[in-house]
C-alpha cells in the first residue's frame, strides 16, 4: 500500500532521440505547438503529469545540433565541439505509431500513423528556442533526450493546488487531464502576456478554478496569491513550476509558514533568469 502522498516513480534508461518536425502550430500567439515524428519515438515513456525532457536546438549560425557525448563506464567523455544549446519542456502529449486495421464488430478501422510528440514552446524574446521554433518548419531536425523519470500522481491527495509561470502550463495542463474529475483544482497562473490565457482548451478551463495574474501589475501577485488562500486542507498536494529563484518565497511559505512536509510540495525550477 502506497505511503500517503506517494508519487510511485519509474526510471528510464537514457536516451536521445533525432526527431524531425512534422507540423508547427500556433495554439496561441504566445506559443507554438511543435509535433515531432520519427522512428527513436518507438516506445517514449511520458506517462507521468510532469515529466519533462531536455530538446536540443541548432545552432542559429550554423544549423548544426551538438549533444552530449553519452557517458561509457571507463572511458573519457569527450568535449563537444561546439556549444549544447538545450531547454527543458513537459511534453504536451504523445501519440504512439497506429498500425493499419480493418473495422470489426468491436473496433471502428484505423489507418497507418507515426508516432508523434507534441511539445509547446513560449514565443517570447530572442531565446534560441522561442527563435528556432517562430521559423521551424516540417523537415527540421532536433533532438530530444529523456524522459529520464516518471512520477504518478499523488496517492489521496484530496485537493490539489498547481500554480507557476508560463513554463508550467504545459505540465499543469497534464495535470488536469489526468488528475480524477472528483479531485477539487485550484491554479494559479502569473504570465506577461495576457494572451497566455487561452492557452488551456475549454474542456480543462472547466476542469479548475484558475486565477490569471499579469506581471504588469506589480512584482510578488504569486506569493500574495498563496497567501490569500490561507491554510490549505489536510489532503491537499501543492505541484509548481516555472523561474527558480521565484519559486524559493512560495516554497519557504508552503514549507515553513504551513508546516507542508516535503511529500506534499512539489515544486521545480524549470529556467532560471540569468541563464
Known amino acids: 500500500m502506497p505511503a500517503p ?6 526510471h528510464h534508461l537514457p536516451a536521445l532521440r533525432h526527431l524531425t518536425v512534422a507540423g508547427v502550430a500556433r495554439i496561441t500567439p504566445v506559443f507554438a505547438r511543435v509535433t515531432l515524428t520519427g522512428d527513436d519515438l518507438d516506445g517514449f515513456p511520458a506517462t ?6 531536455k530538446v536540443f536546438f541548432p545552432d542559429p549560425a550554423t544549423g548544426e545540433i551538438t549533444v552530449p557525448s553519452p557517458h561509457v563506464p571507463g572511458a573519457d567523455l569527450e568535449t563537444p565541439r561546439a556549444e549544447v544549446l538545450a ?27 507515426s508516432a508523434e510528440l507534441d511539445v509547446d514552446i513560449l514565443l517570447h524574446g530572442a ?9 521551424a518548419r516540417p523537415g527540421d531536425p532536433l533532438v ?30 497534464r495535470w488536469l487531464e ?4 472528483k479531485t477539487p483544482i485550484s491554479v494559479l497562473l502569473e504570465v506577461t502576456d495576457a ?42 498536494f501543492v505541484f509548481g513550476a516555472g523561474e527558480a529563484a521565484a519559486l524559493v518565497p512560495l516554497r519557504q511559505h508552503l514549507r515553513k509558514d504551513l508546516g507542508l512536509p516535503a511529500t506534499r ?11
Do not use: C
Not at 5 to 10: K, L, S, V
Not at 178 to 181: E, G
Open 127 to 135: 531565446g534560441v528556442a522561442s527563435t528556432w521554433a517562430a521559423t
Open 48 to 53: 507521468g503529469p510532469d515529466d519533462h525532457v
Open 195 to 236: 494572451r497566455a490565457r487561452s492557452y488551456f482548451p475549454d474542456e480543462l478551463r472547466m476542469r479548475a478554478d484558475i486565477l490569471w495574474l499579469l506581471r504588469e501589475h506589480g512584482d510578488g501577485q504569486l506569493l500574495a496569491a498563496l497567501r490569500g488562500l490561507g491554510p490549505l486542507d489536510e489532503g491537499a
Open 178 to 181: 489526468q488528475l480524477p474529475a
Open 265 to 275: 510540495v512539489a515544486l521545480n525550477g524549470y529556467w532560471k533568469a540569468t541563464a
Open 87 to 113: 531547454r527543458d519542456y513537459t511534453p504536451r502529449a504523445f501519440r504512439p505509431a497506429t498500425r493499419t486495421r480493418p473495422a470489426t464488430f468491436d473496433h471502428p478501422a484505423t489507418e497507418a500513423r
Open 5 to 10: 502522498f506517494d508519487r510511485p516513480t519509474t
Open 144 to 173: 530530444v533526450g529523456g524522459p529520464r523519470v516518471s512520477k504518478a500522481l499523488p496517492a489521496d491527495a484530496t485537493t490539489v493546488l498547481l500554480l507557476g509561470d508560463e513554463s508550467a502550463l504545459p505540465a499543469i495542463a
